[in-house]
């Protein structure tokens, strides 16, 4: 869990308390606006809603098309989509303890009961895509490739009132969601079934709003961020570009080489090669480099500096 820092067995012991243990204090209600464009994405959120059921076009979904091999690597594919997904349904609430918690403006919590609705909802198309592809795969069809997807440790650095929020938002959203949004942008790109082209480019638009508002929140404030939580942000951004990403998180082919990870690339090839969404190394490789130079751009405007990172199938960048 990267963005949780290493602590001594008996600073683990004495660290019993989280946020759920503190007092609950919600009074004032302020419901000014200090973040306006923030608020912003709100509104906008709440005029952009979409619902799984009834605005995909499930009817274009001709499974004739493909071979059964197709199919169930595409299985694989929507299923591993849908578990990422579904890890953002529980660290959004946590989040939102966090804001309550800390009294941040009331521009993050009003967004964030968006974002929630957003992220169940890609957990249920990518769940409802797999699903009519076959059906959905509770887990990793290897064991061994759980170890890349189970968790970036995000809920429980949430309710830790050691790691600093600038920290989590940073490593969070203006990075691991800032990569998961080119990704997107680029199966809108590569996929050719009609219908899953239509959910990449749904969720794609989606993921603008959460960009932004990392975005946002780390420039709103970085003037007031002491030397120290600087550096506990180029700490968080840094894990979770190594530990997270660069594990193979989103993209199956930066997991480390293994039978399991072998496996999913080849299921992430034959969907690429169906036209049923996926991608694969030689066209995501650029994307992925790409993504990374320009977060380390902005948040060296920031103040936020990011080293060069190194990964094997990459080299260094």
């Not at 959910?199 to 794609?204: A, D, F, G, S, T």
Request: with cysteine; aromatic share 10%; net charge negative.
């Amino acid at each position: 869990m990267p963005l949780t820092r290493q602590m001594t067995p008996e600073q683990a012991m004495m660290a019993v308390h989280t946020l759920l243990d503190q007092p609950e204090n919600r009074f004032p209600v302020n419901f000014d606006s200090e973040i306006p464009r923030i608020r912003e994405l709100f509104h906008a959120a709440t005029k952009n809603q979409w619902d799984p059921r009834t605005d995909i076009a499930w009817d274009q979904l001709d499974l004739s098309k493909y071979t059964e091999e197709q199919l169930f690597a595409a299985r694989q594919y929507w299923s591993r989509r849908a578990w990422s997904e579904y890890g953002a349904i529980s660290e959004s609430p946590a989040l939102q303890v966090r804001f309550v918690t800390e009294d941040r403006p009331s521009d993050m919590q009003l967004f964030f009961t968006i974002r929630s609705q957003e992220e169940a909802r890609h957990a249920e198309v990518c769940f409802t895509m797999a699903e009519k592809l076959g059906g959905y795969l509770e887990k990793p069809v290897q064991d061994l490739f759980q170890g890349s997807v189970a968790t970036h440790g995000v809920r429980k650095a949430a309710l830790d009132p050691e790691v600093p929020l600038e920290a989590i938002i940073a490593a969070l959203v203006c990075a691991a969601e800032e990569i998961a949004f080119d990704v997107f942008r680029h199966l809108t790109e590569v996929t050719r079934d009609p219908v899953a082209q239509q959910i990449c480019r749904l969720i794609m638009r989606d993921e603008v709003r959460h960009c932004a508002f990392g975005w946002y929140f780390l420039e709103h404030q970085v003037a007031s961020m002491t030397p120290e939580q600087v550096r506990v942000v180029e700490e968080a951004v840094i894990a979770m570009i190594e530990k997270v990403e660069l594990n193979g998180y989103h993209s199956a082919w930066l997991a480390p080489e293994n039978p399991a990870s072998t496996a999913e690339v080849d299921a992430d090839r034959l969907t690429w090669e169906a036209g049923l969404g996926s991608t694969v190394e030689e066209l995501e490789k650029p994307v992925f480099v790409d993504s990374v130079v320009r977060i380390r751009d902005r948040m060296k405007a920031l103040g936020i500096n990011l080293p060069t990172f190194h990964h094997p199938k990459i080299g260094h960048f």
